[in-house]
């Protein structure tokens, strides 16, 4: 998102026509004519942005699919930098040595044991079996509680069949995962811990190859994390299925210029990145079998910070 203009708090001079119509204006109206020019300023430059983006991912839509790193092969750590975007500029003085100053993208493929890989599936497996959208895209959010429920939502917490799924070892295995992705993501862009936090929405993923029903279906759109949710500063996902094995296509993609690059799904894979508009980038369509995984989010921004679900009876 593109860096918000400032409102000078010194007004200019004014000659003594201006001085009198100056008087007439009560604060509570000038107020509304300044924020009203504030915001006028903030659709004109998201608009500017939608069209850059338009015009990336139109440039880009014949571009090859390179593999940043494929399913077949355990990368260990590999990392790339890209030019930061200009989303941060506002928040580098309000969050000093958090905000990106050093953008990129970054996939773990020893951080997360394969048995942690396989409760946590066995958690969205649980929960999901109790909702799912009606379309191909279904989310389970342990923090609020949010579970997709045909074209709605509804809270997993307040059903009765419920109250037995989850047990308190699921959500002790659920924050310690979530635990070495804050700390790996911290040390890979040079951040304090205790500066970076966990942020909303934080959930668990399920992907079919049902047709869309709801815009939330439709997850395969390019887009910018920070663009949809402006507290983003770090986002990452943990893949709990692999691509070629139970399920077809469901490829992540960040869309660049010269050519597109393609993160292959596989089971134990945690795949990070910076949130801003120089991560670019879209879900491809899954075409056959069940995509599973966690999106986890993290901000610089304290007001935006969340707790660790806990198991509600």
């Known amino acids: 998102m593109a860096a918000k203009q400032r409102i000078s708090r010194k007004p200019p001079p004014l000659n003594k026509q201006s001085a009198k119509s100056e008087q007439k204006t009560s604060p509570e109206v000038r107020g509304k004519t300044a924020f009203s020019s504030l915001d006028w300023r903030r659709?004109?430059?998201?608009?500017?942005?939608?069209?850059?983006?338009?015009?990336?991912?139109?440039?880009?839509?014949?571009?090859?699919?390179?593999?940043?790193?494929?399913?077949?092969?355990?990368?260990?750590?590999?990392?790339?930098?890209?030019?930061?975007?200009?989303?941060?500029?506002?928040?580098?003085?309000?969050?000093?040595?958090?905000?990106?100053?050093?953008?990129?993208?970054?996939?773990?493929?020893?951080?997360?044991?394969?048995?942690?890989?396989?409760a946590l599936l066995h958690i969205a497996e649980r929960g999901l079996a109790l909702g799912g959208s009606s379309g191909g895209a279904s989310i389970l959010d342990l923090h609020s509680g949010a579970l997709s429920h045909g074209?709605?939502?509804?809270?997993?917490?307040?059903?009765?069949?419920?109250?037995?799924?989850?047990?308190?070892?699921?959500?002790?295995?659920?924050?310690?995962?979530?635990?070495k992705i804050h700390a790996a993501i911290a040390n890979q862009f040079g951040i304090n811990k205790k500066d970076l936090f966990l942020t909303y929405p934080t959930f668990f993923s399920r992907i079919t190859a049902a047709p869309p029903q709801t815009i939330h279906d439709e997850y395969w759109h390019p887009h910018v994390d920070k663009e949809t949710y402006e507290s983003f500063h770090y986002t990452s996902l943990l893949y709990l299925t692999d691509y070629g094995l139970h399920f077809e296509g469901g490829r992540f993609i960040f869309v660049d210029k010269d050519a597109n690059k393609t993160v292959e799904?596989?089971?134990?894979?945690?795949?990070?990145?910076?949130?801003?508009?120089?991560?670019?980038?879209?879900?491809?369509?899954?075409?056959?079998?069940?995509?599973?995984?966690?999106?986890?989010?993290?901000?610089?921004?304290?007001?935006?910070?969340?707790?660790?679900?806990?198991?509600?009876?």
Not at 168 to 176: L, N
Not at 289 to 301: H, K, M
């Open 43 to 118: 659709i004109i430059i998201r608009i500017a942005m939608m069209f850059a983006i338009m015009l990336v991912v139109y440039l880009s839509k014949d571009a090859p699919l390179v593999p940043f790193a494929s399913q077949q092969e355990n990368v260990g750590i590999r990392s790339v930098a890209v030019q930061c975007s200009k989303d941060y500029e506002e928040e580098l003085k309000r969050f000093p040595g958090c905000t990106p100053m050093k953008c990129g993208r970054v996939v773990f493929d020893t951080l997360v044991k394969r048995s942690e890989v396989s």
């Open 151 to 179: 074209n709605a939502f509804v809270n997993i917490f307040k059903l009765e069949e419920a109250k037995n799924t989850f047990t308190m070892e699921d959500f002790k295995i659920y924050s310690h995962v979530k635990d």
């Open 265 to 313: 799904p596989r089971a134990g894979r945690v795949s990070a990145f910076t949130s801003g508009s120089e991560n670019l980038h879209h879900v491809e369509r899954v075409t056959k079998g069940t995509r599973y995984a966690i999106t986890v989010s993290f901000t610089c921004d304290p007001k935006y910070a969340i707790k660790d679900p806990t198991l509600q009876r």
